[in-house]
């Protein structure tokens, strides 16, 4: 089955520091790849994704590159902020014609906590 | 006004008690989901519908049941609430016939059981 691995928190940082959260996947096919974010009392909110292999998917400063070589989704920024401080979650979904299409399978979660 | 909301956002309750969880959505989508959020795990699928006649099991739907009214309504019941059932749960949705699959998540239902 379809699984998601990301690399164990809690991550604690300095604000203007640089943060990369690591993510692996075992998938059937090319799956979809996802990083959503999880504000304090809040939901979950797509942050980027990336569809095909060597797509770069970015957004707020944040980025992740798709490899196939190594099954990766990296999530990286080069300077946080204690605004950034939430839980982030990788995750993929298969495309259209995967028996498991139509459903995300996610990490377990990174908290990363940025201070002033 | 957001999109997807859910009713309650807290909810505290006793074992043996029967609960509902609501999620209603105004984006037009057609495909609905239920997770649970357990620290440690992230989300794992408990029940998802694809339109109002087409419900399915997820990974973790014992213990669990739903009911879709309409295309914009979601609702997961726990038959019997047990302490193990205490976590956080999700509504999402997302529209069929996306290349990407990108779901909306509501704010979430805090469920207590004692």
């Known amino acids: 089955g379809n699984s998601v691995t990301q690399m164990e928190g809690p991550v604690t940082l300095s604000e203007e520091a640089f943060l990369t959260i690591n993510c692996t996947y075992t998938?059937?096919?090319?799956?979809?790849l996802f990083w959503y974010v999880q504000y304090p009392g809040e939901g979950l909110q797509l942050l980027l994704k990336?569809?095909?292999?060597?797509d770069k998917g970015s957004n707020k400063g944040f980025e992740a590159t798709y490899r196939k070589e190594t099954t990766s989704f990296h999530l990286e920024k080069g300077s946080v902020q204690v605004s950034d401080s939430a839980v982030y979650f990788c995750?993929?979904?298969?495309?259209?014609?995967?028996?498991?299409?139509?459903?995300?399978?996610f990490g377990q979660g990174t908290i990363l906590t940025v201070h002033p | 006004d957001a999109d997807v909301t859910q009713t309650p956002r807290n909810r505290i309750t006793k074992t043996g008690k029967r609960i509902m969880l609501e999620c209603s959505q105004t984006?037009?989508?057609?495909?609905m989901y239920w997770y649970r959020q357990d620290p440690g795990l992230g989300l794992r699928l408990i029940y998802y519908s694809f339109d109002v006649k087409d419900i399915n099991k997820g990974e973790i739907s014992d213990g669990y049941s739903v009911s879709r009214q309409a295309q914009a309504k979601f609702s997961l019941s726990l038959e019997s609430a047990i302490p193990n059932q205490t976590a956080l749960y999700f509504c999402a949705t997302s529209v069929s016939g996306s290349s990407t699959d990108t779901q909306y998540f509501g704010p979430g239902t805090r469920l207590t059981v004692l």
């Open positions: 995750a993929l979904s298969e495309k259209p014609g995967g028996t498991s299409y139509g459903k995300l399978t």
């Open positions: 984006k037009g989508h057609d495909r």
């Open positions: 990336a569809t095909k292999a060597d």
């Open positions: 998938a059937t096919g090319y799956p979809s």
